[in-house]
């Protein structure tokens, strides 16, 4: 079974950048698209990020549009999350995951899996 494990969490100050990064035990990125996901005490989980597929450029949730970026790594089998200009509202726990080819422009949580078990990034004001 396939297990995704992030990395990269941390307590950082309002302003600063973070870059989350995502190892997968198989070659899951080569079926499905990688994504991130995050969940703050007492919210349900939301969509952060989702890589493009063909020609469609990644979709980024409009809270952090223009201020996160999803990339890859297949020679390492890594998906990071690069986050700048954090605020204390980015507060939360991150999951990596992903999504069928055939589910790309859904944001729906219930669309995605794996789950990775989550890395704490923690904005400080």
């Known amino acids: 079974q396939v297990q995704l494990v992030e990395s990269g969490g941390g307590v950082v100050q309002t302003g600063d950048s973070v870059r989350l990064s995502c190892a997968a035990s198989g070659r899951i990125f080569e079926s499905r698209l990688p994504g991130w996901f995050r969940q703050a005490p007492g919210k349900e989980r939301e969509f952060v990020a989702v890589e493009g597929w063909r020609d469609s450029s990644p979709l980024y949730a409009d809270s952090v549009k223009g201020r996160f970026t999803i990339s890859r790594d297949d020679a390492k089998n890594t998906v990071y999350l690069q986050m700048s200009s954090l605020k204390p509202e980015d507060t939360a726990l991150y999951y990596c995951?992903?999504?069928?080819?055939?589910?790309?422009?859904?944001?729906?949580?219930?669309?995605?899996?794996?789950w990775g078990q989550g890395t704490q990034v923690t904005v400080s004001s």
């Open positions: 995951t992903a999504t069928p080819f055939s589910k790309f422009g859904s944001t729906a949580a219930k669309d995605f899996g794996p």
